[in-house]
């Protein structure tokens, strides 16, 4: 049977863990505030570009425009870039356990094709980097503030690798940010550019052809589909953080009701022990 030393002590370290594990939830909730604000900040943005890219793909002519633009020519997918964005920090729960499985699911479905990694965020940096995994690019500390630029840089590669051959196809996996306890394990097909089915077509008035307009359209919808992933992961990670440190937190508590519990019926024993002893002693003594 632990002294009483030792489950005080115990008692003291897992208090000091529910501090840092509340602490480390309002942080996430902080965050989350302001990632979880661009998110919803982005997506008409992301919604009216692909409608626009819809309509002046239709007025350009789907094969005209697929013959002339090599972002909508489609081919074999002999070699396959898939873009993982990860996280750069643990403690999230399941979050970056998914991706991974996610990723390796992916591998194995397409085993015929030679799949390279664009690996962003440290964790799954980490992981396929001991496992031997093509990795085309690395980049982390994104996340911490996610920025147009980066990302945009990183959908230029994926680009001027795709208009130059050395691929056939570009996958995004990620986590969409749904709410605060829900995150969707998503794969995007990015290149080629799938064209959206266009509802109500718009009748627009075109200063230059469609098909010069389309030209300049497709780059920057590849751009914003890679930036409206990385900010969708961070959202998602951080509501991934804030409930896995609220879990961590309840569970710290819920021990240390148990130890207390304990402490105390080691210490009444302890007691009633000694009361024993000593009456035991002054019996014997008459």
Do not use: C, W
């Amino acid at each position: 049977m632990p002294s009483l030393i030792d489950i005080r002590r115990r008692i003291r370290s897992v208090k000091n863990t529910e501090q840092i594990t509340k602490a480390m939830k309002m942080v996430s909730a902080a965050k989350l505030r302001r990632a979880q604000d661009r998110v919803i900040a982005s997506r008409p943005y992301g919604a009216l570009l692909r409608r626009v890219l819809s309509d002046v793909a239709m007025a350009a002519g789907t094969d005209e425009s697929a013959a002339v633009d090599p972002f909508l020519a489609r081919r074999p997918e002999q070699r396959i870039l898939l873009v993982l964005i990860t996280s750069d920090k643990g403690l999230a729960g399941a979050f970056n356990s998914n991706l991974i499985k996610g990723a390796e699911r992916f591998i194995a479905e397409h085993a015929s094709a030679a799949v390279r990694m664009e690996l962003i965020g440290r964790k799954g940096r980490d992981f396929f980097r001991k496992r031997g995994a093509v990795i085309s690019g690395e980049h982390v500390g994104l996340a911490a503030k996610v920025s147009y630029a980066d990302s945009a840089a990183i959908a230029r590669k994926a680009m001027d690798l795709y208009r130059a051959g050395e691929i056939d196809a570009v996958y995004l996996i990620y986590n969409e940010f749904k709410s605060v306890i829900s995150q969707k394990l998503t794969l995007d097909p990015v290149l080629p550019v799938e064209m959206p089915a266009a509802a109500a077509p718009v009748d627009y008035i075109y200063e230059q052809p469609p098909t010069e307009l389309l030209e300049s359209l497709l780059p920057r919808y590849v751009e914003m589909e890679f930036y409206r992933a990385l900010l969708e992961s961070t959202a998602a990670e951080h509501a991934a953080r804030m409930t896995a440190m609220e879990a961590a937190t309840s569970n710290a508590g819920e021990m240390i009701d148990k130890l207390t519990l304990y402490m105390n019926r080691v210490r009444q024993a302890s007691i009633t022990k000694e009361i024993i002893e000593v009456v035991s002693g002054a019996a014997a003594a008459e």
